[in-house]
């Protein structure tokens, strides 16, 4: 997901950042993976590093997608090392993800992954055992039970889910804990509570509901058939600015920051991780979205960030070839940028 490909990579250059250091060596990959590009990461409290691999990409619009060349995705583990523990859970297994975005694990433990070209949200165990599904495998439509394109996920306090229905449609969608529908919010446009490209979500220590709103809607339209990117969003507006909508958790709008071209989004100690213009992180205010601390060229693409315990950055970035660089275990998928002390 990118908005251009004017970008470079500098991130191995004018090493240390603002108190970071970029991590030699990061991971140790086993010397049989095989990836295409990094997309998601995420972090347990016992430091274990999962990231989320597109492994076998561009497939989703082949008449073959569903079969012979379905899209592969697997989710890894290491140690904060690099040392590598092997697959999680049922990784392997064909249709486990044919386009993998984004990783999360939630408060209780359990795993969440967005899908993009499954069009499909999931659950699990911490042990990578099934538990939710919402919308409907290799199948794309904008209604009660189907996705196009789902971006990010994200549980309330009060236990409802909230989907980015973000690629190809723009929208956000509430679910109970069972998955049953809630509501929808959103359609096509930049007014308040509107949306094009919702691409991250993450909720604030107060509850408030942020959402990544990025200029466009057609984004790789290779991937897609005939029909699945409505006319509309082939025209982006006038003066467009990327944004960051807040909402309340019922989906009520609270106000927008514009100062930002935010990809990713986390919430942490009372403020808002936010990627800016790619490969930029910008930690914010949560109240106010005043730039607490900048910390720049963390990667060509910021497409998801997490930090451990130990205050260390880990970025998956997509799209390597965009800056010149190659895509798989040889290419800067995964940084990890740990803090001086």
Known sequence: MCVSHDVTDNSASKDPRDGYRLADNWPRYPADMQFEMGSGVAIDDNDIIYLFTRDVEHWAAHPLAMSAKMGKSSISMFQR????????????????????????????????????????VRQYTPDGESLLELGTFGEWGCDESHFNGPTAVAVQDDGLIVVADGYWNSRLVWFTPDGDFVRALGQWGREPGEFNTPHA????????????????GNFH????????????????????????????PEGDYIDEWTHLM??????RDGQIYASDRMSNLAILDEDTGEVVKRIDDLAIYIHQLAVDSHGDLYTACVYPEHAGQPRGPSGPSHNRWTKQR
């Open 221 to 248: 339209a290779y991937m897609t058939v005939d029909g699945q990117i409505a006319e509309h969003r082939n025209h982006v507006a006038k003066d467009c600015q990327h944004r960051i909508q807040r909402f309340t």
């Open 262 to 267: 935010p990809l990713s989004l986390l919430s």
């Open 201 to 216: 979500l993450t909720i604030d220590s107060k509850g408030r509901l942020l959402v990544a709103d990025l200029c466009g």
């Open 81 to 120: 090392d690099g040392s590598y523990l092997g697959k999680w859970g049922k990784s392997d297994e064909p249709g486990f993800a044919l386009g993998g975005h984004t990783l999360y694990i939630e408060k209780d433990g359990t795993f969440w992954t967005t899908d993009r070209d499954g069009h499909v």
